[in-house]
């Protein structure tokens, strides 16, 4: 069997680091907002080229904080792609605030920037554009939209822990951005994690008393917060792993460019050449896909749609029911995700090419 992701292969790759980091987090006694934390947020923020990183419990709460910490909330129109992981809906609403979709470019599943422009009214306050499946979008003409109408940008970086815009890594270009530690994501925890990075000071100490109940010191309670921690053993065992994230990153554009080129019968999503993606995935676009799944998941092989259901036909979704999003119709019933990741054998990446080529 050829899974989708094997994160037992990559335990067993560093185990003794990894062991010795959750031993030491034992020893220490302190396993909430502790070294660990404040280690881990120094390394990610300068490995990701920013000056503070905030680490909090998920990924979609890094969303929601981050919101909260430029004061967008009740009301406000938060700007996202239609085709994305609910979850970046999900963390616009649980800061209060309205998600507005836009479609997506049928090539590359970014967010389609001309149309973003149509949907800006008098209530939008940010744009939040997600660097699907590991690939930046194109940040320059974005940004130039969000300044000439005066709205924050918030990077949905979940996928995209360690791609590159230029030469700079996706992340550093927001107000905010939002990272996700899920345990299947380039940089992954062995539960939930995230973070928010920002270079806005003022971002920075809002999101410090925001993740912790809203206090400015212990049982001072300056605004509303919640609770969303990054603990210690996660903050230990991240650590260990952002040493190697370059180096995995670096494997899966190997066997993106191995799949590239060696498989002939389906199409992929596009890779832009302005950057460098991280491959969190390897997407497939193919018409047969129900077929193709059957005959891959017989062979042994796991596959997986991201995603099938575009956001605004997601029941627990009620606006723009029946506005039409060619790009993301597209996508979602074509796209699935072929395994990609760095402990993937060479023995495995042969059969899972012979097996579309032979696929008819
Ligand atoms: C694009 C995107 N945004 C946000 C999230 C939310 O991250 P988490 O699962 O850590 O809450 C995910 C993860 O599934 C994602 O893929």
Redesign the pocket.
Known sequence: MILLNDFKKQYHSIQTEIDDAIKRVLESGWYIMGKELEAFEHEFASYIGVKYCVGVA??????ALSLMSLGIGKDDEVIVPCF??F??I??IIQAGAIPVLVDVNPGDGLINIKKIEEKITSKTMAILP???YGQSCDMVPLLKIASAHKLKVIE?C??STGALYGEKKAGSFGDCS?F???P??NLGAIG???AVCTNSKDCYEKLLQLRNYGQSKRYYHDVEGINSRLDEIQAAILRVKLKYLDTWNQKRRCIARIYRERIKTVDFIDENDYGQPCY?LFVIKCKDRERLIEYLNKIGINVLI?YPVPVNRQKAFIRQKNEHFPGTEFLSSQVLSLPIYPELANGEIETIISAINEFK
């Not at 998920?58 to 969303?63: D, H, N, V």
């Open positions: 998920s990924g979609t709460e890094a969303i994305t992981a979850p970046s999900t963390g997600v660097h699907i949905d979940a996928q939002a996700s530690f899920y299947t994501k939930d994690g995230g969190h991201h």
